[in-house]
């Protein structure tokens, strides 16, 4: 099914991401502290090739040039993230004025392009001063989160309007505290439940921060999820798939909605209730969202496993089903970005869904200055398609965000992940746009001649390469 701009509706959202930690590098210029990634990068063994974020994109200096090739690709959104250690070095207490004056040139020059700044607060960067204390598995982390939720609503609320309070809790949760293969490495069930409810806190703590502080704000969060398909209709692959989809769908937006941890197929979440929350607790978990980001990259096909400790669950990888996948060994399935916006759509207090993230990594060559990724091109459609699909199923899907601007570091998988519409030498710095930044100029063909109409100061500078 072919489609253009036009089919998404005139108010749709073209928008591009990044993240603090995975872009800016200058880690510790200008007054800001350790986040909980600098300090797991430089632990041996945790970051596949060996490398480290300290210079990353260079965005922290060559954010100008960033936001305008974004703008120059024909994108009206630019959603970027907050790094809480650049504003409150320790976490919570002392503000570094050189970390909120950067932000304020972010913002200005988003604005300046002609593009909307969508601003996450959080992005995987704790503070490591939190991280002694703690981190998420400390209650006190709720009330620092707070803190700076406050802080950077009152600091820029009079320019921002679109807020997004946590990327992929989920995702944090389980592979930071869970898992241990990412920041801040902790391992076990220990870890992850009390993490689990003290994020699930302040998302809605941090929701509410910015609702008093910023008016006529549109707030939302972020949830990583997939579609999760039973291997089989064998009662045991059914109930190992229910038990998936309340971790990876359920766990963090069931409780924003008043409706609590998703215990009715997965009874060990009772745990949470029981040793980690305190009376009020349930009071304070939900909050109104104006929308709901959706990051849907893969679906998963689960079968039972008695060997997988709790959950019982296992996945059925991609390869072994011979279905196509990225360099990652993610199922490529524009079906299964159908299903999942269905899924959150039928929730009654979802109002508005927003596809907040969306990419694939494969291995590029630049070859003769150019990059031809055609996977990505095709990739993008298959899941554009899906989109549109489910907007005019009735799905309130009004946006769609490009996950990523630039090849950056990848987390764990350091540089060799490459999901950029924009191919980056990381010894150089020097940026060249890929074939697929170039599919997207020309389906937003519309939007870029509408922002070079516009005559803006910039736009020549910032569309140079």
Request: with cysteine.
């Amino acid at each position: 099914m072919a489609f253009t701009r036009e089919d998404f509706g005139p108010d749709f959202k073209w928008g591009v991401v990044i993240s603090a930690f995975q872009n800016e590098g200058s880690h510790d210029v200008h007054g800001k502290g350790l986040s909980i990634w600098d300090a797991f990068q430089d632990r041996k063994g945790r970051i596949k090739d060996r490398t480290h974020a300290r210079t990353a994109c260079d965005f922290y200096n060559r954010y100008r040039e960033d936001i305008f090739l974004a703008r120059s690709l024909g994108f009206n959104v630019f959603r970027f993230s907050l790094s809480w250690p650049r504003i409150l070095p320790n976490g919570t207490g002392a503000v570094n004025q050189a970390g909120i004056d950067f932000y304020h040139r972010v913002i200005d020059t988003v604005l300046e392009a002609g593009m909307e700044p969508y601003v996450t607060l959080y992005h995987w960067d704790l503070p490591q001063a939190l991280e002694h204390k703690g981190g998420w598995c400390h209650r006190g982390t709720v009330f620092a989160f707070e803190e700076f939720a406050n802080l950077c609503a009152r600091a820029y609320g009079h320019k921002v309007k679109n807020w997004i309070v946590l990327n992929e809790p989920f995702g944090f949760t389980s592979l930071g505290y869970m898992l241990g293969v990412h920041a801040p490495g902790k391992f076990g069930l220990s870890y992850f439940f009390p993490a689990v409810h003290h994020v699930a806190l302040a998302q809605a703590e941090g929701g509410r921060a910015v609702r008093t502080e910023v008016q006529d704000a549109r707030i939302g969060t972020t949830y990583s999820c997939s579609q999760i398909i039973p291997y089989t209709n064998n009662e045991r692959d059914q109930q190992a798939a229910l038990r998936a989809d309340a971790l990876f769908n359920r766990l963090f937006i069931e409780p924003a909605l008043g409706l609590g941890y998703p215990t009715d197929v997965f009874p060990l979440l009772k745990r949470i209730g029981r040793r980690y929350s305190l009376w009020r607790d349930w009071e304070k978990l939900p909050f109104d969202f104006d929308f709901i980001g959706i990051q849907n990259y893969f679906p998963l096909v689960i079968r039972y496993n008695a060997f997988m400790p709790y959950i019982q669950a296992s996945e059925v990888k991609p390869g072994s089903r011979r279905v196509p996948q990225t360099a990652l060994g993610w199922e490529i399935s524009g079906a299964g970005m159908y299903s999942i916006l269905q899924q959150f759509a039928a929730y009654e207090g979802v109002k508005e869904i927003v596809v907040t993230e969306s990419g694939a990594a494969f291995k590029d060559s630049l070859v003769n200055g150019a990059v031809n990724d055609a996977d990505r091109t095709a990739y993008f459609k298959e899941y554009l398609q899906a989109v549109l699909l489910a907007k005019q199923a009735g799905a309130p899907v009004s946006g769609y965000f490009a996950w990523t601007l630039t090849d950056n570091f990848e987390w764990a998988e350091g540089y060799n992940a490459r999901f950029g519409l924009v191919h980056v030498d990381h010894e150089t710095q020097q940026r060249t746009v890929k074939a697929s930044g170039h599919w997207f100029r020309e389906l937003l063909s519309n939007n870029v001649a509408e922002l070079q109409a516009s005559g803006k100061a910039g736009w020549n500078r910032g569309s140079r390469r």
